[in-house]
């Protein structure tokens, strides 16, 4: 993926959530902040006319600003273009923004100070996160309301979360003795135009992804067994001949998850199984090789300068360009909302063949049919959930609206497309919930056989927080605990000894 030892890697961001430092996480270059800083100044104070800089912003670029409005010219861009509204952003994704930002203005391409800088990590370090909303980004000119919002609180404005409730960020610097940053001269522009809100999303998205990848293998193996499946269709000869990376990889992990079972073994009644059992590899491996190149784009984008001006020192040269366009990034979480969305989608047609009353198990997995109603509804309530996700899954990326008075006349969408990708993976986590609360039941119809050791190991976890059913109860509470469980519940290796963990 990324070829620079220096460069960040979704598993140093996740690190990062879960704790790491930030001087862990190689991201502020004070030196190369520093000569950019120092040369954008005296080309300005040189006479050099630059966008956003000495002139007004967007449709407005043509208007000339005096030296002496600088900095309140800036300040202003942070207060007019704050016009975030809906839900607000998950904590973890402000977090990731603000370190994705100072990564960015750390390159050395944007003019800031090196105070900028330090007073981003400042927010990080002593956990005063801005309070940002989900709506506002067209994703073009970058994610300008939601930026705004994360770097009101650098002038002593909007809103922060600190100490457990929501603050004026005013209040929050009072009490840590802050001075609220002056602005000077590009710093609001710098702060502004970015990917950050949709990168973070991005990237939060992906770990998550690769959770949802390895889960899916994982509850595909118990409900292979609960079903009295079989196994010739992950031989490896099979996946050999058609050799798609995630294919072969979700075979071998499927082979590795089922090994000594001692149902797999029972003689099969059927000469073939369903394909959301059969065809397991080719659908959970297709999402893994959107998973790869989603993260391709993302840790690229990661690592980016999506700046406008930039500035580009040993050249002599400030280009305004277009970095800060999302059709990259727009296109890879789209791209990864329908992989992810397809998880959950197989994942329910195996629920399904589960409660037919075929393979030897009881209609709706209950005794006395009937009279109780066993699993039929949880079902129902995963296949709403799969419906759901095909409407999200529309791509907001072949979508664009014309802004800024006809300046910004073609814009990504990609901030629509990172925020549904995250309703999607909250969808594909209760899906997949239900399959594991379903084939959990199913399987204990199959005793005294043992499945493999992976899974009765996952079993008997699961077993301590959700029993077995005997009769009808009330099932939501045991849906919801099913998918806490999947959020936390230690992953068995890969095939090469990795796991992928989760931040909740």
């Known amino acids: 993926m990324i070829a620079d030892e220096s460069a960040l890697r979704i598993e140093d961001l996740e690190a990062f959530l879960e704790g790491s430092a930030t001087s862990d996480v190689r991201i502020a270059n004070y030196d190369q902040v520093d000569r950019a800083c120092e040369y954008l100044r005296s080309k300005v104070l040189g006479g050099a006319i630059v966008y956003g800089v000495n002139t007004g912003f967007g449709s ?11 900095g309140a010219l800036q300040t202003n861009l942070l207060r007019s273009h704050a016009c975030g509204t809906g839900r607000q952003v998950d904590q973890q994704i402000v977090r990731l923004m603000l370190l994705l930002k100072v ?9 800031v100070r090196r105070e900028t800088v330090d007073r981003l990590l400042m927010h990080i370090e002593a956990d005063v996160l801005p309070v940002v909303y989900e709506q506002g980004s067209l994703g073009a000119s970058g994610d300008l309301a939601p930026l705004a919002h994360l770097c009101l609180p650098l002038i002593g404005e909007g809103e922060v979360y600190f100490r457990g409730t929501v603050l004026p960020a005013s209040a929050a610097l009072d009490s840590l003795g802050w001075e609220p940053l002056q602005l000077e001269m590009k710093e609001g522009l710098a702060l502004l135009n970015g990917t950050q809100f949709m990168a973070a999303h991005g990237v939060l998205s992906l770990i ?3 959770r949802l990848s390895h889960l899916a293998d994982l509850i595909g193996a118990l409900s292979l067994d609960a079903f009295g499946g079989r196994a010739e269709p992950f031989d490896a000869l099979v996946h050999q001949v058609r050799p798609h990376p995630g294919q072969i990889a979700s075979a071998t992990r499927l082979r590795a998850f089922l090994a000594n079972s001692e149902m797999l073994a029972q003689p099969k009644v059927r000469l073939q199984d369903p394909y959301s059992f059969r065809c397991m590899p080719q659908v959970h491996g297709a999402t893994m090789d959107v998973v790869e190149f989603a993260t391709q784009v993302v840790e690229r984008e990661m690592n980016a300068v999506s700046d406008n001006p930039l500035i580009f020192v ?3 040269k400030i280009i305004s360009a277009g970095n800060f366009h999302g059709q990259p990034i727009a296109f890879a979480l ?7 969305a397809e998880l959950g989608s197989i994942s329910e047609r195996r629920t399904y063949q589960m409660l037919a009353g075929g393979a030897g198990l009881p209609v709706y997995l209950v005794n006395k049919p009937g009279l109780n109603s066993g699993f039929m509804i949880p079902q129902y309530a995963a296949a709403s959930i799969v419906s759901q996700n095909k409407q999200l899954c529309t791509p907001a990326s072949v979508d664009s609206i014309v802004s800024s008075n006809g300046q910004e006349d073609h814009v990504s969408m990609g901030a629509n497309s990172a925020t549904k990708l995250l309703t999607v993976i909250e969808n594909v986590f209760q899906v997949l919930a239900i399959e594991l609360f379903t084939a959990a039941q199913a399987l204990e119809f199959r005793r005294p056989l043992r499945s493999s050791p992976v899974v009765e190991r996952v079993m008997s976890e699961f077993r301590a927080v959700v029993p077995f059913l005997k009769a009808d109860d009330v099932m939501f509470g045991h849906m919801a605990e099913a998918k806490s469980f999947l ?3 230690k992953l068995p290796a890969d095939s090469d000894g990795g796991t992928h963990h989760v931040v909740n």
């Open 60 to 70: 407005l670029h043509a208007t000339r600003i005096s030296d002496d409005d600088l």
């Open 103 to 111: 990564a960015s203005l750390s390159k050395g391409c944007s003019g």
């Open 487 to 489: 959020k936390r519940v």
């Open 314 to 316: 040993d050249e002599d």
């Open 334 to 340: 789209d791209f990864l909302a329908i992989a992810i």
């Open 208 to 210: 998550h992804a690769r």
